[in-house]
Nanobody, 120 residues
Framework: QVQLVESGGGLVQPGGSLRLSCAAS????????MGWYRQAPGKQRELVAA???????NYANSVKGRFTISRDNAKNTVYLQMNSLKPEDTAVYLC??????????????WGQGTQVTVSS
């Protein structure tokens, strides 16, 4: 089994910054793509940023230039640095990882999410 645990969410004022972390643990052989999604009340879940094992990245247009996704493969951890936060960034942020476990099966896993609230 694989567990993903997010941390770093909280309440921040517009223009502020937060850094989210997501650490994977369990019977991990390799982790391929990792990503951050978010879901706000009344809205569909959307991909915020994704990163491959080789650190190729892509971002939602709404966060380009403000957010940076990165990863530490040795720590099985993905990060999301969020700068210049806006109220519309308020959402539950969820980590996702494409994981090959030690039995060589491969599937996606989700964390429980961390709340990010941007408000004055």
């Amino acid at each position: 089994q694989v567990q993903l645990v997010e941390s770093g969410g909280g309440l921040v004022q517009p223009g502020g910054s937060l850094r989210l972390s997501c650490a994977a643990s369990g019977s991990i052989f390799n982790i391929y793509d990792m990503g951050w999604y978010r879901q706000a009340p009344g809205k569909q879940r959307e991909l915020v940023a994704a990163i491959t094992r080789g650190s190729y990245t892509n971002y939602a247009n709404s966060v380009k230039g403000r957010f940076t996704i990165s990863r530490d493969n040795a720590k099985n951890t993905v990060y999301l640095q969020m700068n210049s936060l806006k109220p519309e960034d308020t959402a539950v942020y969820l980590c996702n990882a494409d994981v090959k476990t030690r039995d060589l099966t491969r599937r996606g896993y989700w964390g429980q999410g961390t709340q990010v609230t941007v408000s004055s």
